[in-house]
Antibody, heavy 120, light 106 residues
Framework: QLQLQESGPGLVKPSETLSLTCTFSGGSISDSRYYWGWIRQPPGKGLEWIGS???????YYKSSLKSRGTISVDTSKNQFSLKLSSVTAADTAVYYC????????????WGQGTLVTVSS | SSELTQPPSVSVSPGQTARITCSGDALPDQYAFWYQQRPGQAPVLVISKDSERPSGIPERFSGSSSGTTVTLTISGVQAEDEADYYCQSADSSGALFGGGTKLTVL
């Protein structure tokens, strides 16, 4: 059974770096059919795609977040990670990791999401 | 930058048909996808590639496309369909989500 699970601190201080990891089980993150993405949702608001990565390390980022975001993949651990630097309160959100069927297509399997709050 | 525009809310009575639209300049050139999100849960894909229904999604969910607008149609709406619905497509940098539509079943 496919499963994605986000992990990382639930509280980050302003100006620091948010770090999250997504662990995929039930398959291989090196499967060439899929990309792996991060999506966030501020409380009470809509979904925002942050970026995606392919198993070979190719990355795609939302333009407005590209300067602060870094997505990496560790195929040996079946994990991929997100780092978002210089965070502010506007980065407070539920962060989801998800499997994507291609760089411009849908997300077919999602993690449960993890709330990250930016506050001092 | 590209945008996908959805109405903030749609209300229908049980058994009626709900239509949720999503408009954007990129839609004639890119597929659209629709997700259902219930409170406190992750989104679930209900329509793929404009009009394909994934396995396990009830037949009352359908999708269509015309020019710069795509439409999610829910026929014979049930109380359990009350949720937020998001369209998704792509622009030059990657995935793009609409702002979401809250479907209320009266």
């Amino acid at each position: 059974q496919l499963q994605l699970q986000e992990s990382g601190p639930g509280l980050v201080k302003p100006s620091e770096t948010l770090s999250l990891t997504c662990t995929f089980s039930g398959g291989s993150i090196s499967d060439s059919r899929y990309y792996w993405g991060w999506i966030r949702q501020p409380p009470g608001k809509g979904l925002e795609w942050i970026g995606s990565i392919y198993f070979d390390g190719r990355t795609y980022y939302k333009s407005s977040l590209k300067s602060r975001g870094t997505i990496s993949v560790d195929t040996s651990k079946n994990q991929f990670s997100l780092k978002l630097s210089s965070v502010t309160a506007a980065d407070t959100a539920v962060y989801y990791c998800a499997r994507q069927n291609g760089p411009e297509t849908n997300f077919d399997s999602w993690g449960q999401g993890t709330l990250v709050t930016v506050s001092s | 930058s590209s945008e996908l525009t959805q109405p903030p809310s749609v209300s229908v009575s049980p058994g009626q048909t709900a239509r949720i639209t999503c408009s954007g300049d990129a839609l004639p050139d890119q597929y659209a996808f629709w997700y259902q999100q219930r409170p406190g849960q992750a989104p679930v894909l209900v329509i793929s590639k404009d009009s394909e229904r994934p396995s396990g999604i009830p037949e009352r969910f359908s999708g269509s496309s015309s020019g710069t607008t795509v439409t999610l149609t829910i026929s014979g709406v049930q109380a359990e369909d009350e949720a937020d619905y998001y369209c998704q497509s792509a622009d030059s940098s990657g995935a793009l989500f609409g702002g979401g539509t809250k479907l209320t079943v009266l």
